[in-house]
Antibody
Framework: EVQLVESGGGLVKPGGSLRLSCAAS????????MNWVRQAPGKGLEWVSY????????YYADSVKGRFTISRDNAKNSLYLQMNSLRAEDTAVYYC??????????????WGQGTLVTVSS | QSVLTQPPSVSAAPGQKVTISCSGS????????VSWYQQLPGTAPKLLIY???KRPSGIPDRFSGSKSGTSATLGITGLQTGDEADYYC???????????FGGGAKLTVL
């Protein structure tokens, strides 16, 4: 069974940092591209970042470019999101999501349960 | 303001059929595959439809998808109270070079 389990969320002050993790199991993690998608409270879904299976290709939404860094450790079956210079508007539930296909334009076939990040003083 | 436009809410009676629209442009829906996601209250999104009209394993055939030009539609037949959820369309936008979602449509089964 495919499982994605996020962790690392919490309350952080504006300007602070946080590192999210996503532990994958039930599939060959190193074969799949991965993404982070977030959802602000009461709002819709927003794609945040993408990383290819071997970390060759990495993309970010303009709203987080220069502040967030996506990475992965295929040996540990884990995906990460390092978030720096956090702002109030980054407050959201962050989901890791597996890409169905091996391209950057793929949809997402499995999602984690999400981890809440709250940026507030 | 989402790149893809969905109605904020739709409703129908149990057992009836409902459709949810998703309108975009040639840079997104017009030239890329559309997928649909169901988000039950308090849970993560779940893939319902991919590649415009394909259902992942385990998704009942009460759910269907279609696309015409720059619009896509999700259809749900035989509505059940358990179908009450937010439904999001999504696709790649070739001009923006990023994945875009609709604003979501809240389905109420009266």
């Amino acid at each position: 069974e495919v499982q994605l389990v996020e962790s690392g969320g919490g309350l952080v002050k504006p300007g602070g940092s946080l590192r999210l993790s996503c532990a994958a199991s039930g599939f060959t993690f190193s074969n799949y591209n991965m993404n982070w998608v977030r959802q602000a409270p009461g709002k819709g879904l927003e794609w945040v970042s993408y990383i290819s299976s071997s970390s060759t290709y990495i993309y970010y939404a303009d709203s987080v470019k220069g502040r967030f860094t996506i990475s992965r450790d295929n040996a540990k079956n884990s995906l990460y999101l390092q978030m720096n210079s956090l702002r109030a508007e980054d407050t959201a539930v962050y989901y890791c999501a597996r890409a169905l296909y091996g391209s950057g334009t793929s949809c997402y076939d499995y999602w984690g349960q999400g981890t809440l990040v709250t940026v507030s003083s | 303001q989402s790149v893809l436009t969905q109605p904020p809410s739709v409703s129908a009676a149990p057992g009836q059929k409902v459709t949810i629209s998703c309108s975009g442009s040639s840079s997104n829906i017009g030239n890329n595959y559309v997928s649909w996601y169901q988000q039950l209250p308090g849970t993560a999104p779940k893939l319902l439809i991919y590649d415009n009209n394909k259902r992942p394993s385990g998704i009942p055939d009460r759910f269907s998808g279609s696309k015409s030009g720059t619009s896509a539609t999700l259809g749900i037949t035989g509505l059940q109270t358990g179908d009450e959820a937010d439904y999001y369309c999504g696709t790649w936008d070739s001009s923006l070079s990023l994945w875009v979602f609709g604003g979501g449509a809240k389905l109420t089964v009266l």
